[in-house]
C-alpha cells in the first residue's frame, strides 16, 4: 500500500469519528440510533472508492471498526468497545464496510460523473446494502422477525435519504475538484 492510500484511508476514518461527534438521536421505538456516520460510509465509498477502488473504501471502515472496537469512544453518543458489536447496532456497523465497498465498486464503472449517477450507487450502497445487513442481524439481536425489523428501520429513510444527497453532492464537487489522482485499480 502506497504512503498516499494509507493517508487517505486514515483520514476517511477519521472523518467516521469526526461525525461521531454529533449526538444520535434516539427514537423511542428502536433501540437503533440515528446518526450521521453513514454519511461518512458514503463519502468514503463515492470519493475514495471512485479514485483509490473499492478496497480503500473498504479499508477506511475497517480500521474505523477497529478503533471502536479496541475502545475508542468513535460511535455517536461516545460508544466504543466491543459491546457494541453485540447491540442491535452491530449489523449496520458491519454494513459499514460492505456499503463502502459497494459504493466504491460501482464507481468505477461511471464514465462520466453526475449527481444523479452517484445518488444511484450511494442509494444501492449506502442505503440498500447497510439495511440488507443490518435489519437481520437487529432481528437477530432483538429475537424479532426481519419484517419486524424491517418496519422499524422505516424511519431512517427520511434521513439516510437527505444523507444520499449531500454525499452524492459533496462526491461530485470532489470528484472534480480535489487532487486526487484517479488510478488504475488492481
Same mark, same amino acid.
Given at each position: 500500500?502506497?504512503?498516499?492510500?494509507?493517508?487517505?484511508?486514515?483520514?476517511?476514518?477519521?472523518?467516521?469519528?469526526?461525525?461521531?461527534? !454529533?449526538?444520535?438521536?434516539?427514537?423511542?421505538?428502536?433501540?437503533?440510533?440515528?446518526?450521521?456516520?453513514? @454519511?461518512?460510509?458514503?463519502?468514503?465509498?463515492?470519493? @475514495?472508492?471512485?479514485?483509490?477502488?473499492? =478496497? #480503500?473504501?473498504?479499508?477506511?471502515?475497517? @480500521?474505523? !471498526?477497529?478503533?471502536?472496537?479496541?475502545?475508542?469512544?468513535?460511535?455517536?453518543?461516545g460508544r466504543g468497545g466491543i459491546g457494541v458489536?453485540?447491540?442491535?447496532?452491530?449489523?449496520?456497523?458491519?454494513?459499514?464496510?460492505?456499503?463502502?465497498?459497494?459504493?466504491?465498486? !460501482?464507481?468505477?464503472?461511471? =464514465?462520466?460523473?453526475?449527481?444523479?449517477?452517484?445518488?444511484?450507487?450511494?442509494?444501492?450502497?449506502?442505503?440498500?446494502?447497510?439495511?440488507?445487513?443490518?435489519?437481520?442481524?437487529?432481528?437477530?439481536?432483538?429475537?424479532?422477525?426481519?419484517?419486524?425489523?424491517?418496519?422499524?428501520?422505516?424511519?431512517?429513510?427520511?434521513?439516510?435519504?437527505?444523507?444520499?444527497?449531500?454525499?452524492?453532492?459533496?462526491?461530485?464537487?470532489? #470528484?472534480?475538484?480535489?487532487?486526487? =489522482?484517479?488510478?488504475?485499480?488492481?
Amino acid at each position: 500500500m502506497k504512503l498516499n492510500h494509507l493517508i487517505y484511508v486514515s483520514m476517511f476514518a477519521s472523518i467516521m469519528g469526526v461525525l461521531g461527534l !454529533l449526538p444520535p438521536i434516539p427514537l423511542g421505538f428502536s433501540p437503533v440510533p440515528i446518526t450521521m456516520q453513514t @454519511l461518512g460510509v458514503m463519502l468514503a465509498g463515492s470519493v @475514495l472508492g471512485a479514485h483509490y477502488g473499492p =478496497k #480503500y473504501a473498504a479499508l477506511s471502515q475497517v @480500521l474505523f !471498526l477497529l478503533l471502536v472496537m479496541a475502545g475508542a469512544p468513535l460511535l455517536s453518543g461516545g460508544r466504543g468497545g466491543i459491546g457494541v458489536f453485540f447491540t442491535p447496532s452491530a449489523g449496520f456497523l458491519m454494513g459499514w464496510i460492505a456499503g463502502a465497498f459497494v459504493i466504491g465498486y !460501482l464507481c468505477q464503472f461511471m =464514465k462520466e460523473v453526475t449527481f444523479w449517477k452517484m445518488m444511484m450507487v450511494n442509494l444501492i450502497g449506502g442505503i440498500f446494502i447497510i439495511y440488507f445487513i443490518g435489519v437481520p442481524i437487529q432481528a437477530m439481536i432483538m429475537q424479532i422477525s426481519v419484517s419486524e425489523a424491517s418496519i422499524l428501520s422505516l424511519a431512517f429513510l427520511p434521513g439516510d435519504v437527505l444523507k444520499v444527497t449531500i454525499a452524492s453532492f459533496i462526491a461530485v464537487k470532489l #470528484y472534480y475538484a480535489a487532487p486526487f =489522482k484517479r488510478e488504475v485499480r488492481v
